[in-house]
T-cell receptor, first 118, second 113 residues
Framework: AQKVTQAQTEISVVEKEDVTLDCVYE???????LFWYKQPPSGELVFLIR??????QNEISGRYSWNFQKSTSSFNFTITASQVVDSAVYFC???????????????FGKGTKLTVNP | GAGVSQTPSNKVTEKGKYVELRCDPI?????LYWYRQSLGQGPEFLIY????????DSGLPNDRFFAVRPEGSVSTLKIQRTERGDSAMYLC???????????FGPGTRLTVT
């Protein structure tokens, strides 16, 4: 069974601090995909990144970076030099591959609410 | 281009009534998903369409919930005999076949009084 755990319910930081959001996942499949989404106060989920299980390279996009470690089943997300506009709920999600009838449905964690204070 | 759109943005209904929620996916996206999000929780999967057919409806909570996508584009989520526990944000997402990235609409907030 698939499961995503985001142990941090809420995090509060001061602007310009770096912050890491943790994500731990469980799956029996060898092919799977990991995602991060941002849900700002406006409510609409915004896609940030998709990573497949065969690509463990870390990814950097501007102030955002992701660290994927299969050995610990983790896909952590770091925001460098945080800004007030980064305040949102961040969700980590998992989908299994299409083999054996997988539908690519996303299984989400409960989310981490990040507040960046000026 | 236009993103996923959902109508209405808000729906208030009385317990026992029937409601329909509409989703218009991104043009060309063959895969369409419905999720439900309760306050303080992550979205939970309801149903997945590939084209016109429901490929996975394992997330529908009971037989009061039904969804259609007759022409492989717009989808309607239908809820019969609504209950107060159905109150939630209903999210729709679409993706290119095999691409995996799901793009979400703004959601319909359903309140059952």
């Amino acid at each position: 069974a698939q499961k995503v755990t985001q142990a941090q319910t809420e995090i509060s930081v001061v602007e310009k601090e770096d912050v890491t959001l943790d994500c731990v996942y469980e799956t029996r499949d060898t092919t799977y995909y990991l995602f991060w989404y941002k849900q700002p106060p406006s409510g609409e989920l915004v896609f940030l990144i998709r990573r497949n299980s065969f690509d463990e390279q870390n990814e950097i996009s501007g102030r955002y970076s992701w660290n994927f470690q299969k050995s610990t089943s983790s896909f952590n997300f770091t925001i460098t030099a945080s800004q007030v506009v980064d305040s949102a709920v961040y969700f980590c999600a998992l989908s299994e591959g299409e083999e054996e009838g997988g539908s690519e449905k996303l299984v989400f964690g409960k989310g981490t609410k990040l507040t960046v204070n000026p | 281009g236009a993103g996923v759109s959902q109508t209405p943005s808000n729906k208030v209904t009385e317990k026992g009534k029937y409601v329909e929620l509409r989703c218009d996916p991104i043009s060309g996206h063959t895969a369409l998903y419905w999720y439900r999000q309760s306050l303080g929780q992550g979205p939970e999967f309801l149903i997945y369409f590939q084209g016109t057919g429901a490929a996975d409806d394992s997330g529908l909570p009971n037989d009061r919930f039904f969804a259609v996508r007759p022409e492989g584009s717009v989808s309607t989520l239908k809820i019969q005999r609504t209950e107060r526990g159905d109150s939630a944000m209903y999210l729709c997402a679409s993706s290119l076949q095999g691409a995996g990235e799901q793009y979400f609409g703004p959601g319909t907030r359903l309140t059952v009084t």
